[in-house]
């Protein structure tokens, strides 16, 4: 007759109140968002939708968490329709963007080139590792024989979202365009 060897079963580690340690959040996590974040620095509502709506809500459909920084204070619903939030651009953002260290930072051309403090936050990013600073909008960026250009071809979805933004905004949704055209930026990037 054969005899079968079965190990003791383990009793489970106790953690507080007599319930399993596994079932413990771990510290270092509580509290923080495990999504990828994006910034997003606009001049208003309307220029967002317009020039990066499509690609904004791509990057909420995979996942991301958008928010949108404003220079101008508008209606917040076309930025909630393309599934970001919204926030106004002040003098304290700016060292608050660094300190969420987002995964990526979007900023108008526009913006870029006329504000100090916004380039300062451009390049501290690109220098901080941040794995992706793009400009967008702005007739610089339309150059195709310009260094870093990376077109955006928005999905079916993202282009309804964008066109329903654009009407959310009072501005014509037929101005959505097939490629949002993009621009690698950092410290030495820009002419």
Same mark, same amino acid.
């Given at each position: 007759m054969t005899t079968i060897r079965t190990r003791a079963a383990v009793p489970p580690l106790e953690g507080a109140r007599g319930r399993p340690a596994v079932h413990r959040v771990a510290r270092p996590l509580a509290g923080r968002s495990l999504r #990828? #974040?994006? +910034?997003? +620095?606009?001049?208003?509502?309307?220029?967002?939708a317009r020039f990066a709506g499509g690609w904004l809500v791509d990057r909420v459909l995979a996942g991301w968490e958008a928010t949108v920084l404003c220079a101008e204070e508008g209606?917040?619903?076309p930025l909630r329709i393309l599934g970001a939030a919204s926030a106004p651009l002040g003098p304290a953002?700016? @060292? *608050?963007?660094?300190?969420?260290?987002?995964? *990526?930072? &979007?900023?108008? &051309?526009?913006?870029?080139?006329?504000?100090?403090?916004?380039? #300062?936050?451009?390049?501290e990013a690109a220098a901080a590792g941040t794995d992706e600073v793009v400009l967008w909008g702005g007739p610089r960026l339309?150059?195709? *024989? &310009?260094?870093?250009?990376?077109?955006?071809?928005? @999905?079916?979805?993202?282009?309804?979202?964008?066109?329903? *933004?654009?009407?959310? &905004?009072?501005?014509?949704p037929g101005s959505?365009?097939?490629v949002e055209i993009f621009r690698k930026a950092g410290p030495l990037a820009w002419p």
């Open positions: #990828r #974040r994006l +910034v997003v +620095v606009a001049p208003d509502v309307v220029e967002t209606d917040p619903l953002v700016y @060292s *608050a963007v660094l300190r969420a260290k987002p995964h *990526a930072v &979007a900023v108008h &051309a526009a913006l870029y080139g006329r504000d100090p403090r916004i380039r #300062r936050l451009v390049d339309l150059d195709p *024989a &310009a260094a870093g250009m990376m077109p955006h071809r928005p @999905s079916r979805a993202a282009r309804v979202f964008k066109a329903r *933004a654009l009407l959310a &905004a009072a501005a014509d959505v365009e097939p």
